[in-house]
């Protein structure tokens, strides 16, 4: 159980949305280190701009930490104030009072604030968030419903079970329970399913050590509804009565009227549109402003649209059912994918550099895809892109004229690479349309926050390219403080945010001031609806595999061939400017991958200049983009507990340029391409594709990519079925024509996944000439397929029926 339990979530102050880091101490041992170091990763990891950081928990827990922050010269105090300011006004101390025995609202100084609604906030809104992250919510497959312990029917179904798999929740609902207990006359504290004995045995607990029990209450279970019946009415005058979720209310009104107090009854989850009246709700699962989940409508048998249509009963008992394997669909793509209102734009942007891969933004964070947005504004023009750069360009310009004013003062430069130089430019161009043209300056972020306040003032925000929302909003709540009443503009060349809801957001916050939504302005000149980062670049991950694949072969005395020296160089200096031509494997003669063929998804893509590496990944990252937001549920790339689609291997075919493949290889998500987590026929498809691959074959083309495809397989981006990996890595090794860096990651693939076999070698020619013949009569091609024959059989005999059982080690 990790010691602190981290929790972000936003709130509505005034029409604008603020957003709190809730830090709750689940651990009463936890130290200033281990704090300090929680506290550092959360704020690395926040994708939004941190308001206000709340400090839950126990009295003496909150007391601790409090004085870590009021320490002189506190490391602690210097990080929380750069996150939000003033600790006075950013931070907020919430405690179970013991001597009153219900929370309140502190501050450093520990003055309360009576009367807190940020009480009922953080408890909602924290409990949400925890039962959303802890996959509170089970859809019913398709074809499938529940019934529940009521008997009533729904598609959805809350499983508090799922919530307390992390104890830090466990702590965190007997926290907010601790009032209903605090020496009150009860005797009994009863749950509904035995799934929350843990929150109610912790609750007591905590109580206990802090001396706030009347008496020593007992634990135990009525089963749901079927034993309800059986509560005497004197035990349920004396009971604390703990319901672990509830869509209708049914329950808490049948245990009322067995004799349960309805302010000694407490609903840990609810979910409905109906206010309940019976007894107390911990947590409303609708939330506020459409942050909640979607009520689940109940039905009666006789009414059930499921079962007028046939549907499977899926019978839930107490807290345990049983539910098929998601349906698993594959999705091939068609250049319809692709909107036909972005082709124009992408065919205009192929061949000016403006893309690559794997860069280093700043703070250190590594971007999938970035941008070089110089030769958009001012780079020179060819027949291919004339028209369309010479319009943007002349967008740009008015933009520039229009967000001039008399009160323009600062020009903020924002970290994005390429910013300074465009903030630059935009001063030159607007002094001399002001009457005092030396006042207007060039700030960075950071110079922002020290500037002098003066209210009235106007400012241009300026970024070469916006990819995520967190630093842009760190320099609107600047702005709140530097010029009150002021206008501010917003500028980027390039716009790349997916999926839509989180740019409507950004805009939504960044826009919206004293005069409501539209207060300020955004304007970017090129949006593309692309995800810059991913967990963990494709590249870092192959950077990874290479040095275990190097140091597997420095422990079983192989060579390490040069080319993947060369790779492992290259991809370490990489983050600093980013990879452009490079971002693949080469062919195995050495020529950089590109299109041989023209591309069906856009015209233009070879002639001059020729599209890149970057350009393609960028292209077929969008693709993919818009199949996994489509709203045709056949065609949709999803990945759930219920519904999973994959992508085709058929589409490895369809593109079988090897600059195409590599891309959809490094652009598609691991669960995209896991066909080793799919039936053994898909599987053996993809394993089709594969052997195609491998050198040897008439068309020498179909090799291209076969680095790039033992790559996948290596990060795991790509995964098969144990005994069809097996077999492409054979083949691979029994290849006269493959090259060392292919034989080298085959072999290691095949000690990782059986390490306890001999390692695999490749069959050495006996003579060098392809017409020699062996002792045996056979020509030396013959005896290698026939020795990589053997291998193969002895392996598949081996391994048949473990594909689920195999270890798998790291080098």
């Known amino acids: 159980m990790n010691a602190l339990s981290i929790h972000f979530y936003s709130k509505d102050v005034a029409g604008r949305q603020e957003q709190v880091l809730s830090i709750f101490v689940a651990n009463h041992n936890v130290t200033l280190q281990e704090f300090d170091e929680v506290v550092v990763n959360a704020i690395t990891g926040a994708t939004v701009t941190v308001d206000t950081i709340h400090i839950v928990g126990y009295q003496e827990d909150v007391h601790r930490v409090r004085q870590w922050v009021r320490e002189d010269g506190s490391v602690l105090c210097g990080r929380l104030e750069n996150l939000v300011g003033l600790i006075e006004t950013g931070v907020r101390f919430i405690l179970f009072d013991e001597t009153q025995g219900r929370h309140v609202d502190e501050d450093v100084d520990g003055r309360r604030r009576e009367a807190s609604e940020v009480l009922q906030v953080e408890q909602q809104a924290v409990l949400l968030a925890a039962f959303k992250a802890g996959g509170g919510e089970q859809r019913a497959p398709t074809g499938t419903h529940y019934v529940k312990t009521s008997d009533s029917h729904a598609e959805r179904f809350l499983r508090v079970s799922n919530v307390l798999e992390d104890g830090a929740n466990v702590c965190l609902l007997a ?52 034993g309800v019946d059986e509560i005497a009415e004197h035990h349920a005058r004396e009971a604390l ?51 909640g989940l979607e009520a689940i409508r109940n039905y009666r ?58 860069r ?9 895809i970035a941008a070089n947005v110089s030769s958009i504004l001012s780079g020179p023009l060819t027949e291919k892109n004339r028209g369309f750069l010479t319009q943007k360009r002349e967008e740009w310009a008015s933009l520039v004229r229009r967000s001039s004013s008399v009160s323009s003062r600062h020009i903020v430069a924002c970290s994005y690479p390429q910013s300074t130089e465009i903030a630059e430019a935009i001063a030159q161009t607007m002094r001399p349309l002001l009457r005092d043209g030396d006042r207007l300056r060039v700030l960075s972020v950071a110079e922002l926050r020290s500037a002098v306040p003066e209210a009235g003032t106007s400012t241009v925000v300026v970024s070469a390219c916006i990819d995520e929302g967190k630093e842009l909003l760190a320099v609107s709540r600047t702005l709140r403080d530097v010029q009150e009443s002021g206008s501010t503009t917003y500028l980027a060349a390039l716009h790349m945010m997916c999926p839509k809801t989180e740019a409507d957001r950004l805009r939504s916050n960044l826009t919206f001031g004293q005069h409501g939504p539209t207060t300020f302005s955004m304007h970017c000149l090129i949006s593309l609806p692309v995800n810059c980062y991913e967990e963990e670049a494709s590249w870092a991950k192959e950077l990874q595999e290479l040095l ?21 160089s290259r991809l370490q200096a990489a983050p600093g400017t980013g990879l452009i031509d490079d971002l693949f494997w ?11 063929s023209d591309f069906s998804l856009l015209t233009d893509a070879r002639h001059p200049p020729a599209a890149t590496q970057a350009d393609l990944y960028v292209v077929v990252s969008l693709l993919l983009s818009q199949l996994r937001m489509s709203s045709n549920a056949g065609r949709r790339l999803s990945y759930n507990a219920y519904e999973r689609s994959i992508i085709s291997p058929d589409n490895f075919d369809r593109f079988n340029d090897g600059v195409l493949q590599a891309c959809l290889l490094r652009a598609a998500r691991p669960k995209e391409l896991s066909y080793g987590a799919c039936d053994a026929a898909l599987s053996e498809r993809m394993l089709s594709v594969l052997l195609h691959s491998v050198p040897g074959e008439q068309i020498s083309e179909r090799s291209e990519s076969l680095m790039e495809f033992l790559v996948a397989l290596a990060t795991g981006r790509l995964t098969l079925h144990n005994a069809h990996l097996l077999e492409f890595c054979h083949r691979i090794i029994g290849a006269a024509a493959a090259e060392e860096s292919a034989v080298l990651i085959a072999q290691y693939l095949i000690w990782r996944e059986t390490p306890e076999s001999t390692l ?11 017409e020699a013949v062996t002792p045996d009569g056979l020509r030396d091609g013959q005896e290698v397929d026939q020795q990589s024959a053997v291998q193969l059989d002895m392996l598949m005999t081996q391994t048949a029926g473990s594909d689920q059982s195999t270890s798998t080690r790291d080098a």
């Open 175 to 226: 926290y907010w329970l601790a009032g209903y207990l605090w020496n009150a006359p009860i005797r009994y504290v009863v749950v509904d399913t035995s799934g929350i004995y843990s929150v109610a045995q912790k609750m007591v607990y905590e109580a206990a050590v802090r001396g706030g029990l009347a008496g020593q209450p007992l634990v135990w279970s009525h089963r749901s509804h079927d």
């Open 548 to 568: 275990r694949i190097q140091s597997f072969a420095d422990r079983n005395e192989l060579m390490v061939p040069a080319n993947m020296e060369a790779r492992i």
């Open 760 to 770: 695999a070698v490749r069959p050495t020619l006996a003579l060098s000439s392809s």
């Open 586 to 596: 080469p062919a195995a003669g050495g020529e950089h991958l590109a299109l041989r």
């Open 360 to 368: 280093r933004q700043e703070g250190d964070r590594v971007a999938s």
């Open 241 to 291: 009565f703990l319901i672990s979720a509830s869509t209708s209310g049914g329950l808490a009104q049948r245990l009322i009227k067995q004799g349960a107090l309805p302010d000694r009854l407490v609903t840990l989850f609810y979910l409905s549109d109906a206010n309940s009246e019976s007894g107390r709700v911990l947590c409303n699962l609708r939330g506020t402003n459409g942050q």
């Open 301 to 358: 048998e006789a009414d059930c649209p499921c079962c007028q249509k046939h549907y499977h009963r899926i019978q839930i008992q107490g807290d345990q059912f049983a539910i098929a394997p998601p349906n698993v669909s594959s999705v091939e793509i068609k250049a319809t994918d692709l909107p036909g209102e972005l082709k124009p734009t992408l065919s205009a942007l192929l061949g000016l550099r403006v893309f690559c891969a794997f």
